[in-house]
């Protein structure tokens, strides 16, 4: 079974300084890894997904398959970066498999 | 955001009660989700459903029913709710099956059982 772990919470950065939340997964196919944001009072949104290979707000992750990991990164983080972000696996055939999320806060 | 809603979005309830949640869609998309938000546990799925009356379990179905009579709408039951089913209940739809399907997410519904 497909298990995603997101082994920090609660981060707390300054404006301007970089960010990294990390995600871990354990899946032995090839899975398809998401970010998913949810800022204050709004809903719960895609934000990236690997598969795009894109940057979305400054954001980018990074699938690597011999650590097992998805890491979303940032090289500035803004204070409106603060927000749940949730790490998310799809395995082949299967369903949307969410980890515990992290509170990112980004302080002025 | 994609036209999903959710009723109510607040409701506080007694232990044993049943209560029923409601999600309703106009994006006309297939797959339709129900989830849980608890803190430290993320979102957990609690049933899906891939078309009218077609449903199947999640993670975490136990104490739970669902039904879609229409394609727009997925109701979620808790026959006798527990103080343990206090959370926040996330519906969510989606295009397509599982690996290439983005899902869009209602506003969530706060249920408290006291």
């Known amino acids: 079974a497909q298990r995603v772990t997101q082994p920090e919470k609660l981060l707390s950065v300054f404006k301007g300084a970089p960010v990294e939340l990390k995600c871990n997964y354990s899946y032995s196919g090839s899975p398809e890894l998401f970010w998913y944001v949810q800022y204050s009072r709004q809903r719960l949104q895609l934000l990236l997904r690997h598969i795009s290979r894109e940057s979305i707000k400054g954001f980018t992750a990074d699938l690597n398959k011999g650590e097992t990991s998805f890491h979303l990164k940032k090289p500035f983080a803004q204070e409106e970066d603060s927000a749940m972000y949730y790490c998310a696996l799809i395995a082949s055939g299967s369903r949307l498999t969410f980890g515990e999320g992290t509170q990112l806060t980004v302080n002025p | 955001d994609a036209g999903i809603t959710q009723s109510p979005r607040h409701k506080v309830t007694e232990t044993g009660t049943p209560v029923t949640l409601r999600c309703h869609q106009t994006e006309n998309h297939r797959y339709m989700y129900w989830y849980r938000q608890d803190p430290g546990h993320g979102l957990r799925l609690i049933h899906y459903?891939?078309?009218?009356?077609?449903?199947d379990k999640g993670e975490v179905s136990d104490g739970y029913s669902v039904s879609r009579s229409k394609t727009e709408d997925f109701l979620l039951t808790l026959e006798s709710a527990t103080s343990s089913q206090t959370s926040v209940y996330f519906c969510a739809i989606s295009e397509q099956r599982g690996d290439r399907g983005e899902q869009y997410f209602g506003p969530g519904t706060r249920l408290t059982v006291t």
């Open positions: 459903s891939y078309g009218v009356k077609d449903t």
